[in-house]
């Protein structure tokens, strides 16, 4: 089973992007240190210009890469019952909440 790291952990991260252009990442919108977004996407560099048109205030951000796309649901919804950020849909936050339970990484992610 996967451990995933703390947010403090991710925040103190080196800066960086995807080592591919399409690939499964859980990014995280930091703004002045705090977490303010999770999100998931194959498709990074066009869902980050996404946020920044519809107004997301961010002035940072860090990612996680994933070989799968199930792994990356794992991850962001871990994340989002953690931390609820401020800018998640509280909706989602509320969902995440009431319907999702953790299990073992390697049993949503066996393929991977």
Not at 6 to 15: Q, S
Not at 46 to 62: L, T
Not at 68 to 88: D, G, H, I, Q, S
């Amino acid at each position: 089973m996967i451990e995933l790291p703390d947010f403090e952990i991710i925040k103190a991260l080196p800066f960086r992007v995807p080592s591919e252009r399409k690939s499964y990442v859980v990014y995280f919108l930091i703004k002045d240190s705090e977490l303010v977004y999770v999100g998931r996407t194959n498709n990074f560099f066009w869902r980050i210009s996404g946020h920044q048109e519809d107004g997301k205030d961010f002035d940072d951000f860090r990612i996680m890469e994933f070989e799968c796309k199930e792994a990356t649901v794992f991850a962001e919804k871990f994340y989002v019952m953690t931390y609820k950020p401020r800018l998640n849909k509280q909706r989602y936050v509320k969902y995440v909440n009431e319907h999702f339970t953790l299990l073992k990484y390697s049993e949503i992610c066996n393929e991977c």
